[in-house]
């Protein structure tokens, strides 16, 4: 059983930065396929970026690439997201996700891949 906890969300201004945090626990973030979700108000689950299990190869939701970036810290058993440049339409609650399964590239998108899920962390993007 793997638990995830996040930390890291508030509000900010647009234009501002945050970075969230997942820390793992009951098994190796090194080991685990691990992404990033958000959920909108009023909107579905939507996914933002990922990591492949044993890999540093990541892959971004298209629109967020350049401002958002996915990193892990094997040390620390944790696993990141740095937020740039954030607009109001960023505000969602942000899931962790992680999956002990090495899913494949065309899968990392998919929420239904993944067995593990944090709280969330709400992030507020707003003047």
């Known amino acids: 059983q793997v638990q995830l906890l996040e930390s890291g969300g508030g509000l900010v201004q647009p234009g501002g930065s945050l970075r969230l945090s997942c820390v793992a626990s009951?098994?190796?973030?090194?080991?685990?396929?691990m992404a990033w979700f958000r959920q909108p108000p009023g909107k579905d689950r939507e996914f933002v970026a990922a990591?492949?299990?044993?890999?540093?190869?990541?892959s971004y939701e298209n629109t967020l690439k350049g401002r958002f970036a996915i990193s892990r810290d094997n040390a620390k058993n944790t696993l990141y997201l740095q937020m740039n440049r954030m607009e109001p339409d960023d505000t969602a609650v942000y899931y962790c996700a992680a999956s002990i399964r090495g899913l494949i590239t065309s899968s990392l998108w998919d929420y239904s891949q993944y067995e593990n899920w944090g709280q969330g962390t709400q992030v507020t993007v707003s003047s």
């Open positions: 990591v492949k299990r044993g890999s540093s190869s990541t």
């Open positions: 009951g098994r190796a973030v090194r080991d685990l396929s």
